[in-house]
């Protein structure tokens, strides 16, 4: 199985709209059906994959993991967010691709990105019951951080 790594086509509207749902089934995902689907409607989200495709607002990038066939796993949103500090926005995967290397490639993916602004260091927050995500950015030396409101910091020098 070959997997490939690539960032969002630009203006692709499919891609963008495909981003936009599954930040919705990740919000869903941690915080329980209806405060996940409440939290931000789909126009926020829409406008939300766009700010980090528009350089003029944010310096920062989405990664696809696709098959050779052009078949969306997930993906990860980095941005810049300090001068020194790179920010995971978000990371999902298919229910069906996880636990299959797809999150370890986007994360490895989002890094490298970071690395070569020259970020000193990478921070992602997410709820406290997303034990998944903790986990899986625990692997790559990412310490957990209590925060407040039931969300922690999962952040690390790159």
Known sequence: MTLEIRAILGEDEEEILWVAVRMRLTLMEV????????????????????????PLKCLGQIFLCVLPDGRRLGYTIVRREEPTLGLFSTTYVDPEWRRRGVARLLVSQG????????LAQ????????????????????????????GFVKLIKAL
């Open 31 to 54: 915080l329980g059906n209806e405060v996940g689907e409440a939290l931000y409607s789909m126009d926020w989200l829409d406008r939300r994959v766009r700010y980090h495709l528009d």
């Open 111 to 118: 890094e490298l990105w970071m690395r070569g602004l020259g």
């Open 122 to 149: 990478s921070v992602t927050y997410t709820s406290e019951t997303n034990r998944g995500l903790h986990a899986l950015y625990q692997t790559f030396g990412y310490e957990l951080i209590p925060g407040e409101s």
